[in-house]
């Protein structure tokens, strides 16, 4: 079986190095012709995962043909914002009917459309079967054989087990969940958790107010789920409170270093100018108070730190009114 990833960031990466170390032929696409140079002759993607080693079966292009030919699956790892305009571009290389596995994290914000929302709008036509890969997984460790459990939602249960065996290795676990928009939301929406832990950190909080920020934080994540179709329970699994947790306190956290920068004084648009890859939770947080406040969520976590984020709003005033709102029942 041959699997095409598309996006060789170091979450792209990570993933097509499990799939060829299991010894599926697997493709990895890349707009630069820099990486996927490295990647062939060195086995090392040294943009985003320097020293480390990648199996010798991994192949690399910038041709987006070579990549598809014959693939079975396409693995997912497009920035978000940017997965429209590249499935477009990759429509004339999919078989009909093809299998999309989402592996990025977001929500459009032209549209405010989740990515399985999005593969269907372009593709729709095409009749895509497509499943969602979320959980908490950083790219070094995966690379590493480091134990790693991720959760693959899928709507076919009959699919979402074919493509379990498929993806599962030794070091990298995938469990199953016919609930896909909760498992799409719940990688989405952690991350700006992620940014609102490392605000709290930055400001030197502590132990304290980082709980209570990933505690509080899972409920508004689970409140918005729930609004937007998703099950409640799907947030307590891995791909909700599990990758929240790692966020919020990995440092190898991209969002979770957004909000360190911040909670230190500098300006957002400073800190994402210095950053190689894609910190999703910076668009997601517009995303979804804007979408929170079409559909009368209450997110008071996001919606401070849009105000932070996007209206140059101090952080200590922000916690400040996080923690002064009116009193209530757990």
Known sequence: MKIAVIGAGAWGTAL??????????????????????????????????PGIRL??????????????????????VVPTQFTRHALEQFRPH????????????????????????VVDDVLSDMKPRFAMLSGPSFASEVCRNIPTTVTLGCSSERRG?????????????????????????????????????????GLNFG????????TRGLEEMSRFGEKMGARKATFRGLSGLGDLVLTCTGDASR????GLKLGQGRKLVDILDEMRSVAEGVKTTEAVYTLAKQKGVSMPITEQLYQV??????????????????????
């Open 94 to 117: 999919f078989p009909h009917k093809p299998t999309i596995i989402c592996a990025n994290k977001g929500i459009e914000l032209k549209t405010l459309r989740t990515m399985s929302e």
């Open 16 to 49: 097509a190095n499990v799939f060829s170390q299991k010894g599926l032929e697997t493709c990895i696409w890349a707009r630069e012709s820099g990486v996927t140079a490295k990647i062939n002759k060195d086995h090392e993607n040294s943009w985003y995962l």
């Open 255 to 258: 969002n979770r270093q957004v």
């Open 55 to 76: 199996d010798e079966g991994l192949h690399a292009s910038v041709d987006m043909a070579r990549v598809c030919d014959g693939a079975e699956a396409f693995v997912w």
């Open 207 to 214: 132990s304290n107010a980082r709980a209570a920020l990933i």
């Open 309 to 330: 984020l996007y209206e140059d709003k101090d952080p200590r005033e922000a916690v400040t009114e996080l923690m002064t709102r009116e009193l209530r029942d757990e």
């Open 161 to 201: 087990k074919k493509l379990q065996e498929i993806l599962s290795s030794e070091s990298f676990r995938v469990y199953t969940n016919t609930d896909y928009r909760g498992v799409e939301l719940g990688g989405a929406l952690k991350n700006i958790m992620a940014i609102a832990a490392g605000v709290s950190d």
